[in-house]
């Protein structure tokens, strides 16, 4: 195994004001990246955003910034002519500039991508917008909500009950989806700048990323032209389908796909129900018939409600996994620490917080028998790398 | 748009970054072939295996022009051409038949590793060793090979075994649970994002280790965890549990639509003059509130002096909310979203595929969604790279293969068997 990854040496600057930039900035610290944030002498907004760690403020309070920022380093550089320069020349010396914002956001800052472009050949311009760098919505504003509703995702999120507007998922998803292609489009960018030297400018839509992750809602209008309908906790689709979440004895919900045409995984369930003496008069022949099931769906569905409702949840999950069926636990975040195959694969990592205590993170998405991400690590205090980074500054060799 | 002009469905060199990377590809269902889709878009060969006797799924699905059908309404003898989710798919892509319960299937299928240098595949654990094809055998085959494993649980631990879909992972990863109004059932998710970004993370994955390669002259096996990567996008969520120890599971939780970090008010989606039309608004800070009241024309329920903080007003979200509704119940969701943004607020129409593929003029303007044709399904419609490069683009030659399209080049082109070989293949039901 070894310590070196795909990105050891590689040199990123981060100016990155939401959670695209950020995460995508976290992807590649923890993977190996020399990530350098530069923040203003405030620190950056992220540092300013909830949740905090209990008791504490300050700049170091911010678990937002904590989850984003792991294994970073941070350099404070303000808006004087000095700074402003600083940052040129820590720009020329990397091998990515990762921005976010509007289009031209950068160019406020004394960054011209054109012109450091031209001064380093090398030098990949990543920069994740809202909307693109150019277009009729380029100057548009956005967030994660506004994100998922312009990009499609969301009306297929929420309940069955259409009063009820369509419900956001819980989180950053939509900045998140965005950071999967900044890193997947700054990989297509280093592999190309491998072949003929040269970086280049990556232009990454958050609105895009959106447009493009909708599973079935775009193919099912590009062929039958119809539209899906949101479902609670279920895929959208174009009429309605049974319910999929299902209740357990201790109030927890199970997702089970009830899918009446394959024969194995129904008969699994009628035996596993039958060795409850919950089955009732699924054990019929008549039920080995697909069209009799189709027909008795209700009846069947509200079997299967009551099978679970005296069931407890966890017993329902490996129970029903070890029988073949595909049922998912919902898992609430605490619930997750505890389960024995994330623990068997030692997935958690332990995390030294500010204060001097540790904290379980999640480990690296990403497993490789050649290599071991070096993340995550510590997100970096306000200016904890300032005096480093400058002092190594114009001295380092382009590119890698 | 443009349609791309050519008929001529022959394989043809490739441009693009990935130019002359072969995969092996053994992935199916949706992770795998969308994790793939990308290297196919950038010029990779991505050389699909498939089985006639157990139809990739996409294929099977009713994705059809003229037929609508509800996902598990199939068609239980479907032609297995027609289908447009694989199409969308598996574009760009070549594609072979090999029947694997031969063992001149599976010698076949060791010759095309031995030809490539990536090898794929997200199958139940268990699949490709019981046809030999572990990573040692692999790099025999094909030394430094990359060897992409894509699953929902990863290839260790005690629930290696357990079968995940999309919403299985949503709900085992937390991702189900952390979205929803308060104090109900999780309205959870309506797709399968976890396909979708387990896939973007397995391309990721896949080109991490083709750049390392080219760097170190070294491969390596790959073992992406859908559940882990679902995890890891639960973002400060979690941490607000591991460093507070503050259990998620408690009143008031999850916020649905709106928003406590940062603090912002109104932030919901509101209705609008058509039923089930929607738009999105969102208010972070006063700037915002100003120009939001502004672009409202100064209504004089805004000046009641107990909004007149932003805590204040996140407080008192059920009087705004009534108030914006009424107000955005007499438009359309683009009518709200074109006045807020020309005023400055973050505000967006809740769209719909037909928004997006007919009157979106940013997605126009950037040519995501482009056009091929297909031998049988005709034109159709893709979605393609949200991502934009100066100096480069997607290598977009041809649509979907048809079941076995590719046969007669891989096994000829690629693997050197003669003509009359391939045909004694065919015959033997081998491919």
Redesign the interface.
């Known amino acids: 195994m ?1 310590l ?4 050891t040496g590689l040199r990123v600057v981060e100016l990155a004001e939401d ?1 695209a930039g950020e ?1 995508t900035g976290k ?1 590649l610290a923890d ?1 190996g990246a020399d990530v350098v944030k530069v923040e203003p002498p405030e620190g950056a907004a992220s540092r ?4 905090f ?2 008791g504490q403020t300050g700049p170091e309070a911010s ?2 910034f ?3 920022n792991s294994t970073k380093k941070s350099v404070v550089l303000s808006d004087s002519e000095q700074d402003r320069e600083q940052l040129r020349q820590l720009v020329l010396d990397a091998d990515v500039l990762l921005t976010t914002g509007r289009s031209g956001d950068a160019t406020a800052r004394g960054l011209d991508f054109a012109q450091l472009r031209e001064l380093s050949p090398r030098l990949v311009v990543l920069a994740v917008t809202p ?8 100057h ?4 994660d ?15 069955d009950d ?1 009063e ?10 939509g900045y ?3 950071a ?6 700054l ?6 700048r ?3 030297g ?1 970086g ?6 958050m ?3 959106l ?18 309908q ?10 309605p ?1 049974q319910p ?2 299902f ?1 357990s004895a201790d109030d927890r ?3 089970f ?1 009830l ?1 009446l ?1 394959d024969q194995k995984p129904w008969q699994a369930l009628v035996d596993w129900m039958d060795s409850a003496g919950l089955a009732a008069d699924l054990v019929d022949p008549a039920f080995s018939d697909l069209a009799h099931r189709q027909r008795n769906f209700s009846h069947v569905q509200e079997l299967v409600e009551v099978f679970f409702l005296v069931h407890d949840a966890e017993f329902l999950y490996h129970e029903g ?1 070890r029988r ?14 505890g389960d ?3 623990q ?2 030692g ?1 958690f990592t332990p995390v030294e ?1 500010p204060d001097g ?1 540790t ?5 690296s ?7 071991t991400p070096p993340g995550p690590t510590a997100a970096p205090r306000l200016g904890q790398h300032t005096a480093q980074v400058l002092a190594g500054a114009g001295h380092a060799e382009v590119g890698t | 748009m443009q349609p791309t002009a050519s008929t001529d469905r022959r394989p043809r060199p490739r441009t ?3 130019a002359g990377v072969r995969v092996a590809d053994f992935c199916w269902m ?1 992770v795998g072939a969308v994790a793939t889709r ?1 290297l196919a878009d ?1 010029g990779a060969d991505v050389i699909k295996i498939e089985d006639r006797t157990r139809l990739d799924m996409p294929r099977r699905l009713p ?10 309404d ?1 068609d239980p003898n479907p032609d297995p051409d027609k289908g ?2 694989f199409n ?1 798919y598996s574009r760009n892509k070549l594609g072979v038949t090999i029947n694997m319960r031969t063992s001149r299937g599976r010698e076949l299928a060791d010759q095309l590793i031995a030809a490539s240098s990536v090898v794929t595949e997200n199958f139940a654990p268990g699949v490709m060793e019981r046809w030999g094809l572990t ?1 040692e055998r692999l790099q025999e085959l094909s030394p430094e090979v990359v060897y992409a494993r894509m699953s929902g ?2 290839h ?26 308060p104090d109900r ?9 976890m ?3 387990a896939a ?2 397995n ?3 896949l ?6 390669r ?3 002259g ?8 859908a ?3 679902g ?14 120890d ?4 408690r009143p008031g939780f ?1 916020t ?2 709106r ?4 603090l ?1 008010a109104p ?5 609008c003059s058509e039923p ?1 039309r ?3 608004v ?1 208010v ?1 800070n006063d700037d915002d509130w100003a120009r939001l009241v502004g672009a409202l024309g100064n209504p004089s329920w805004a000046d009641d002096p107990r909004f007149g903080t932003q805590a204040a007003r996140h407080a008192l979200q059920d009087e705004l909310d009534k108030h914006l509704s009424d107000w955005t119940r007499t438009r359309t969701p683009h009518e709200v ?1 074109h006045l807020l ?1 020309g005023a ?14 007919e009157t ?4 126009a ?2 040519g ?2 482009f056009e091929m044709d297909h031998p049988v ?1 005709g034109p ?13 683009q997607q290598d977009n030659w041809r649509s979907a293969p048809l079941l076995g399209e590719d046969n007669h080049h891989v096994f000829t082109e690629v693997l050197g068997l003669s003509d009359d070989e391939v045909a004694e293949l065919a015959a033997e039901g081998i491919i």
């Open positions: 070894s070196t990854t795909p990105y959670p995460y992807l993977l300013g955003v909830g949740p760690a209990e678990l937002a904590r989850a984003y909307f693109g760098q150019d277009g009729p919505w380029a548009y504003r956005s967030s909500l506004i994100g998922l509703a312009a990009g499609g995702p969301l009306l297929s999120c929420g309940y259409h009820i507007p369509p419900i956001r998922p819980g989180g950053d998803q998140l989806t965005a999967s292609f900044a890193h997947t489009g990989l297509l960018a280093l592999l190309e491998s072949r003929t040269r280049q400018l990556v232009d990454v839509s609105h895009d990323s447009a493009v992750s909708g599973e079935l809602a775009n193919p099912f209008w590009f062929y039958p032209r119809v539209k899906v949101r479902q609670t906790a279920r895929h959208a689709q174009p009429s389908t999929a979440l209740r919900f199970l997702y796909a899918i045409a996994q073949g069926l595909p049922i998912g636990i919902t898992n609430a975040p605490e619930d997750l620490f024995e195959h994330l068997a694969r997935f917080q205590s904290a379980l993170q999640p480990g998405p990403y497993r490789f028998s050649t290599f | 693009g970054p990935l949706g990308m950038f994705l059809y022009k003229d037929d609508p059908r509800t996902y598990g199939e447009g989710l969308n990573y649980y990863g260790t631990g005690p629930h290696v075994g357990y079968r995940s879909y999309g919403p299985v992972i949503q709900a085992v990863s937390g991702m189900t649970f952390v979205s929803g109004l059932e999780p309205s959870g998710w309506g797709l399968s994002h396909d979708n970004q973007y993370y391309s990721a994955a080109l991490m280790a083709i750049l390392h080219g760097v170190t070294k491969g390596t096996e790959i073992d992406v965890s559940v882990e990567v995890i890891n996008l639960l973002g400060p969520i979690l941490m607000d549990v591991a460093v507070n503050r259990p998620t599971r999850p649905g639509n928003l406590e970090n940062p912002a932030h919901g989606v509101y209705p089930d929607w738009v999105a969102a972070f979203m943004q400055g607020v973050a505000a967006a129409a809740v769209q719909d595929a037909e928004d997006l593929a979106d003029p940013q997605i303007h950037r995501t969604f399904i159709a419609r893709f979605e393609g790279s949200p991502v934009l490069f100066s100096d480069m």
